[in-house]
């Protein structure tokens, strides 16, 4: 996804380069502006449609493997690791601190006051999962832990004077 984001700036700014070189070197030549403009408001249309149908096949191929779980899936039924999460000002509650590794994790996080960033962190703290927590609605956030250790949960969202001091512990076990 990074890549993809990277090659579409380097192509756009050379593009944008390409446009400014065109302009700069054509505006020393004094010409008619009505022919000049005849000419391009046929071009004009085209390359709006050029340019819809270009954003739209970047947007498919994009956003086509972005990793969002299904909100609707029954994940029970495929016998997943499933943790309730609950954030609260400033402190997490979860139905269960333990999982295993190789073994798709379902954390259910929601919250009752205010909205809380769920940011799971492995020893290194290294950010490896994250998910909103809003209030009155659940987010399921899937990851398949591949270390065991010790991680932590820390709020990535400010909310309130201890949201600093708003970390739980997972420990991830071989299986």
């Not at 999982?99 to 205010?114: L, R």
């Amino acid at each position: 996804m990074q890549s993809a984001a990277w090659y579409i700036t380097l192509i756009s700014v050379i593009s944008l380069i390409g446009v400014f070189y065109f302009v700069i070197s054509n505006s020393k030549v004094k010409e008619e502006y009505s022919s000049f403009s005849k000419a391009w408001y046929g071009v004009r249309g085209k390359w709006f449609i050029f340019l819809i149908i270009l954003w739209v096949t970047l947007l498919i191929i994009t956003l086509k493997p972005f990793p969002l779980p299904s909100q609707t899936e029954n994940y029970s039924d495929k016998g997943d690791q499933i943790i309730d999460v609950s954030g609260h000002q400033w402190y997490w509650v979860m139905s269960s601190d333990t999982v295993v590794i190789d073994k798709p994790v379902v954390f259910q996080v929601t919250t009752g006051d205010v909205n809380h960033g769920f940011g799971v962190y492995n020893e290194k703290l290294e950010l490896v999962a994250q998910v909103q927590a809003m209030p009155g609605y659940t987010n399921k956030l899937v990851y398949t832990f591949t270390q065991p250790g010790k991680y932590r949960i820390l709020c990535l969202e400010y909310c309130g004077v201890a949201h600093h001091g708003m970390i739980g512990e997972l420990n991830v076990k071989e299986s």
